[in-house]
């Protein structure tokens, strides 16, 4: 299995809303991450987790919170967001670095991402 | 932190040509150079990548060149095809997580 999996699909949402994206992978990776795209430019990291615990935060608001329940599973929560958090949202996962190695493997699989409407 | 810069940021080619992008970095201590596609409405896959341990690599129709000495490097795709026609960034990594990316190149081949 070489996928990674988010649902769902297409989000709308309003402003007071509460809401959960969510990602799968069964690729034995250790480290997930989610990334935010603007339509026409390049994916923004916005949280990497690595053996399950928070290792990068990209001074993201504290509207978006991201969970690692397992090695498997990504989610991210979203409350009242904002118009301009309007992206696609993009999870992916790659194999844990090892820092011993001199190039360690960093081949990052995206999944197919979910289009959030914020109104 | 690293800097990507990509070129073009639009490309038409005829079908059968070939299409280069090129892609320069700030920081010399960057060793990972992959190259993600992206369709219309779909997610980024990873084509090709290259270690800066390696000058060149090639997977078919795909071609990357890496001139560590000049910081930049390059995706080549030759005998295009209108399956190649959409997005793609360069990165660079420092091994931190963190992929830097380019601005993007919009491919479009022309049938």
């Known amino acids: 299995d070489t996928e990674v999996t988010q649902t769902p699909k297409h989000l709308v949402m309003g402003m007071t809303n509460k809401k959960s994206l969510k990602c799968e992978q069964h690729?034995?990776?250790?480290?997930m991450y989610w990334y935010k795209q603007k339509a026409k430019k390049p994916p923004e990291l916005m949280f990497v987790y690595s053996y399950e615990k928070l290792s990068i935060n990209e001074s993201v608001p504290s509207r978006f919170s991201p969970e690692c329940p397992n090695s498997s599973l990504l989610n991210l929560h979203l409350h009242a967001l904002q118009p301009e958090d309007s992206a696609l949202y993009l999870c992916a996962s790659s194999q844990e670095r090892r820092k011993s190695m001199k190039y360690p493997n960093e081949k990052l699989f995206f999944g197919s991402g979910t289009q959030l409407s914020v109104l | 932190g690293e800097n990507v810069e990509q070129h073009p940021s639009t490309l038409s080619v005829q079908e059968g040509d070939s299409a280069v992008i090129k892609c320069t970095y700030s920081?010399?201590?960057?060793?990972?150079f992959p190259w993600y596609k992206q369709e219309l409405g779909k997610r980024p896959q990873l084509i090709i990548d290259?270690?800066?341990?390696?000058g060149e690599k090639k997977d078919q129709r795909i071609a990357v060149t890496l001139n560590k000495t000049a910081k930049h490097f390059s995706l080549h795709i030759t005998e295009t095809q209108p399956e190649d026609s959409a997005v793609y960034f360069c990165a660079a990594s420092l091994s931190d997580y963190k992929l830097s990316f380019g601005a993007g190149t919009t491919v479009t081949v022309r049938a």
């Open positions: 290259i270690r800066s341990n390696v």
């Open positions: 920081d010399s201590a960057s060793n990972y």
């Open positions: 690729m034995g990776h250790r480290a």
